[in-house]
């Protein structure tokens, strides 16, 4: 009898080990199954983050001060017909632009997170109407639609960004540049000081040389005039 016990508790003792290692099993496999989703899901929220950085000039999203948003609107300031803004990030400056200049605003951002919390933001400050945004590589881009452009952009992507203006700008277009300006053009005037400052440029007739002067509007402004 007692070699009969002996043998039933084994047996129990080692279907219970299975039991236990069963159990671990489908514990490890839902880890895996969370682990692993978890790693896609945060993939493809980072990767409209990350893609732009491998691109040969990177364009980060670094958001526009309230002081650079105003300098914007003075360079904007008795001007008509389209805008667009090449790097729109959260599209402060198109909202702006809508709400304020009451143009036509086009925001170019390639993040696709970022033109949905654009049009988010144009819709909450009731310009969804007049203002468009698109998930689009800027150098794809057509300028000769539009008479007004706005760019934050990076020192890196400068010339080559006014070597397109070159060939799509028409004559009575505005280029408003923030951070950095064009290389060898000759800004008509710069508003604000420091990391603020914007530059505006109208085309060069043989895109080296600016020759127009500033709007006489802007003398009323701080600015410096080169």
Same mark, same amino acid.
């Given at each position: 009898m007692k070699g009969l016990e002996n043998t039933?508790?084994?047996?129990?003792?080692? +279907?219970s080990s299975v039991n236990k290692q069963s159990g671990l099993s489908g514990v490890g496999l839902a880890l895996v199954g969370v682990t692993g989703g978890a790693a896609v899901a945060l993939s493809i929220i980072a990767a409209p983050f990350v893609t732009p950085a491998l691109r040969k000039v990177c364009l980060p999203f670094v958001p526009a001060t309230s002081q650079q948003v105003r300098n914007v609107l003075i360079g904007l300031k008795g001007r008509s017909g389209r805008l667009v803004d090449l790097g729109s990030g959260d599209g402060r400056i198109v909202v702006a632009a809508a709400c304020q200049a009451q143009? $036509?605003?086009? /925001?170019?951002? @390639?993040?696709?997170?970022?033109?949905?919390?654009?049009r988010w933001a144009a819709w909450r400050a009731g310009v969804a109407a007049s203002t468009s945004f698109v998930t689009?590589?800027?150098?794809? !881009?057509? !300028?000769?639609d539009?008479?007004?452009?706005?760019?934050? /952009?990076? +020192? +890196?992507?400068? @010339?080559d960004l006014e070597s397109k203006? #070159?060939? +799509?700008?028409?004559?009575?277009?505005l280029v408003?540049?923030?951070?950095?300006?064009?290389?060898?053009? $000759?800004p008509a005037a710069t508003i604000g000081h420091g990391l603020d400052s914007v530059w505006l440029y109208y085309r060069p007739p043989e895109a080296t040389q600016q020759t127009k002067e500033a709007p006489? !509007? !802007? $003398? #009323?402004?701080?600015?410096?005039a080169r």
């Open positions: 039933q508790m084994e047996e129990l003792l080692k +279907e143009l $036509k605003a086009v /925001g170019v951002e @390639l993040n696709p997170w970022l033109v949905w919390y654009s689009r590589d800027l150098w794809r !881009l057509d !300028l000769r539009y008479q007004n452009i706005v760019i934050f /952009g990076v +020192e +890196e992507m400068m @010339l203006l #070159s060939q +799509e700008l028409t004559q009575d277009s408003i540049a923030c951070r950095f300006p064009l290389p060898s053009w $000759k006489e !509007l !802007l $003398k #009323s402004y701080s600015y410096k």
